[in-house]
């Protein structure tokens, strides 16, 4: 197995681009260790992506925050800017493994696990992030949700590697929250999990995005769970509506974790709870 | 043995070894630097018996490369004996029997000495949800959780 630690994006990319083997991104390891450990993968080449200083800030502009692919999970709990501006985001990385695998696993590497279940997932797509992904020739950005195809398949071309995840610019009045629920309170795999990320107008909602995970084979955006949220101040009728347009949103499997009857169910469950967090810390008074 | 050289510091001492590019660090530490603390319990990142510290950061050795290590600072369970005298982490889990196997002892004791670091008076909750990581099957936890808030209570008359 070869081991490269590159120092700018491309030269990770083009590295990735001309292996002929097995290649694998190692950011926190935290999936790609085990995958290798159980067999499942015999890389040829790993290409350690830590010494690239492009992926190793959370930034902030006007254009809003900048989180490279290397930022762990503990580094954005410290962060107390990105926790004031996207609270949902950081309590969703947040819930990723213990403190141990906090100190590695990183939203890019949730992301690109492919994981219908990802904790971060949600709550990105919720916020509107974009993936700015470098190739060996061009860079290009997209929205978080197009990046997962399928469980562990993503939309990237081989050698493309995601630098940074970008949030847009936070509005006044704004808020999100993301809630999963688990047997354990910790150390658990989401069996549904729900993020919502709004925008208030003296009051009433004036923008929403609702998200489902584990729900489906990726995870849903649901706009008619928006919809019933836009132009209310998350009255009982409203959050109803909301709760019944997740659970008709869901496609879940059976297993032991959940039934398929009772992912449904708490899906919209875990949505009106959510949207109600983020109504709150948006300034709204329920 | 083919192997890339590291070098590294361990507990405040400058290490050198060489190992296989995907061997674990925890492998690393064991078979090749000698430091046996460490212990694999799981290889997957579930159990934390493993638990060191990478630049300051609580992670799971087994789910660290070796060679991640080059130019890096590593903190093991025997970086916390001073002067040859023990921490008053490892002090209180002997007072409070806080162990009976042992072989999760060592990374419930970084993971311990690390969250004390951030929090030097942490509530029974965030003592429990600092130690989730870590699993031991002998205790029931209620003495582990004892003994840190004894620690804590030690290290914070200092």
Sequence with gaps: ?286 | MTGVLVSTTINGDAVQFACPTDETLLDSLRNRVGLTGAKEGCGTGDCGACSVTLDGRLVCACLVLGVEANGREIGTVEGLVEDGKLHPLQEKFIEHAALQCGICTPGFLVAAKTLLEKNPKPSEEQIRYALAGNLCRCTGYDKIVRAVQAAAKEMRKK
Aim: aromatic residues 2%.
């Design chain 1, 1 to 286: 197995m070869r081991y490269e630690t590159p120092t700018t994006t491309k030269e990770a990319a083009t590295l990735l681009h001309k292996e002929k083997g097995q290649a694998h991104i190692l950011a926190g390891g935290t999936d790609l260790l085990v995958r290798m450990k159980m067999g499942m993968t015999e890389p040829t080449l790993v290409v350690d992506i830590k010494h690239i200083p492009a992926m190793q800030a959370i930034t902030k502009s006007a254009a809003g925050f900048k989180i490279g692919a290397t930022v762990c999970g503990a580094a954005m709990t410290e962060h107390a800017a990105l926790g004031k501006a996207w609270p949902g985001i950081v309590e969703a990385a947040n819930l990723i493994g213990s403190d141990q695998i906090q100190g590695r696993c990183t939203m890019v590497g949730n992301l690109c696990n492919g994981s219908p279940a990802a904790d971060s997932v949600p709550a990105m797509i919720a916020a509107g992030a974009k993936a700015i992904i470098v190739g060996k020739d061009k860079r290009r950005t997209v929205a978080v949700d197009k990046i997962v195809t399928g469980p562990g398949k993503t939309s990237l071309a081989k050698g493309e590697v995601i630098e940074a995840i970008t949030l847009p610019a936070r509005l006044p009045r704004s808020g999100d929250a993301y809630l999963r629920f688990t047997p354990r309170t910790e150390m658990d795999i989401a069996v549904v999990s729900a993020a919502v990320n709004l925008t208030l107008q003296r009051g009433v909602v004036k923008t929403a995005r609702v998200v489902l995970g584990a729900v489906a084979p990726t995870a849903v955006i649901v706009a008619k769970a928006a919809k019933a949220i836009i132009g209310t101040k998350l009255d009982d009728e409203a959050l109803e509506k909301l709760a019944a347009a997740c659970s008709a949103a869901c496609n879940p499997i059976d297993d032991k974790r959940g039934t398929i009857e009772y992912r449904t169910k708490v899906a919209g469950v875990l949505a009106k709870r959510a949207a109600k967090i983020a109504y709150q810390r948006a300034g709204g008074t329920l």
